[in-house]
């Protein structure tokens, strides 16, 4: 299947999921969820402190605080996102049109979260701005080959992102914090629907070539905040605590879409390539369910340990 073929094949498809998104999406303002009166003016050379944060009367974790900063960078870099996924499509028609509504709902989640970091002082501005920089100035973002592959890892991606969003929100301890997560997360829920059934109808029309894009894609597969300073050491304290984690990744991203809506494991008259694709897949998948489950088990011997101190 060709990106012409998926495209032209698609076209109507990706119509009617717009049209059952541009239904079911519902109309929010940034500048309610943000609590603008626990802020005040920044005086010149001033110097953050965690003692700033002024949240519900909660102490933000630092976990929490590391989730904030990479998920509103990786909001940051919506202008390449946008082009990424203009290649893929195309400008006109049902795809163009979801692009730039897209855009338009995920350029609002990086306003409410800032405004939100800003009132509360829930991070240095200072450090947080010099990160949006560099990490826009990079430009740094997964860039799938083709349209084939493109729907596979938004599918999959988006489905994460909504998973961080939501347990991010769950502990930072503050409502107005939950209730700004919250609302992100179920814009990022409808995304990840519009993406696969974008993909299930995709499977219906060259199972084939699916399964051979979706092994590629999870071999290859990384969140698009990779190019974030400090990303690993933000990345091990999100995992510490909960919020997104290899465990997650495969109990609530891998099996429920691939195995379970996809259900890759029960496709027919696959070609010999895609055969050999699935095989690798199913492999992968255990392989990493069994790394989940180990990974776990060694927090948990931490944990043992650190309690017995």
Not at 62 to 89: C, G, H, K, Q, W
Not at 203 to 210: Q, R
Not at 242 to 269: C, M, R, S
Request: glycine share 6%; aromatic share 8%.
């Amino acid at each position: 299947m060709t990106p012409q073929t998926f495209l032209a094949e698609l076209e109507p498809v990706a119509g009617k999921l717009l049209d059952r998104h541009l239904a079911t999406a519902k109309e929010w303002f940034p500048h309610e969820l943000v609590p603008y009166d626990r802020g005040h003016d920044f005086p010149p050379g001033y110097e953050w402190s965690p003692a700033d944060c002024n949240l519900d009367g909660a102490e933000l974790p630092e976990a929490a605080r590391s989730a904030l900063f990479v998920n509103l960078l990786t909001e940051d870099n919506l202008p390449y996102y946008f082009r990424d996924i203009e290649r893929m499509f195309t400008m006109d028609g049902a795809f163009g049109t979801w692009n730039r509504r897209w855009t338009a709902e995920e350029g609002r989640h990086s306003i409410v979260m800032r405004d939100y970091l800003t009132a509360t002082r829930a991070i240095d501005p200072v450090v947080l701005e010099r990160g949006r920089m560099a990490q826009v100035s990079a430009g740094e973002v997964p860039t799938p080959s083709s349209p084939i592959i493109g729907v596979i890892y938004v599918s999959l991606q988006e489905l994460a992102t909504r998973i961080a969003h939501r347990n991010t929100g769950k502990i930072i301890g503050d409502r107005r914090g939950y209730e700004i997560m919250a609302r992100v997360a179920a814009d990022e829920n409808l995304h990840y629907l519009f993406y696969r059934d974008l993909a299930t109808a995709a499977f219906e029309l060259d199972p084939s070539e699916m399964v051979i894009a979706t092994e590629e894609v999870v071999r290859t597969f990384a969140m698009p905040g990779t190019g974030i300073a400090d990303f690993d050491r933000h990345s091990a304290a999100i995992a510490r605590a909960g919020i997104y984690d290899a465990t997650i990744f495969h109990e609530q991203v891998l099996v429920p879409v691939i195995l379970n809506h996809w259900k890759v494991e029960q496709l027919t008259n696959l070609s010999a390539p895609a055969e050999r694709a699935r095989e690798a897949l199913l492999k992968r998948i255990d392989r990493l369910g069994q790394l989940a489950k180990n990974l776990a088990a060694r927090a948990e011997r931490r944990l043992a340990v650190t309690a017995s101190i």
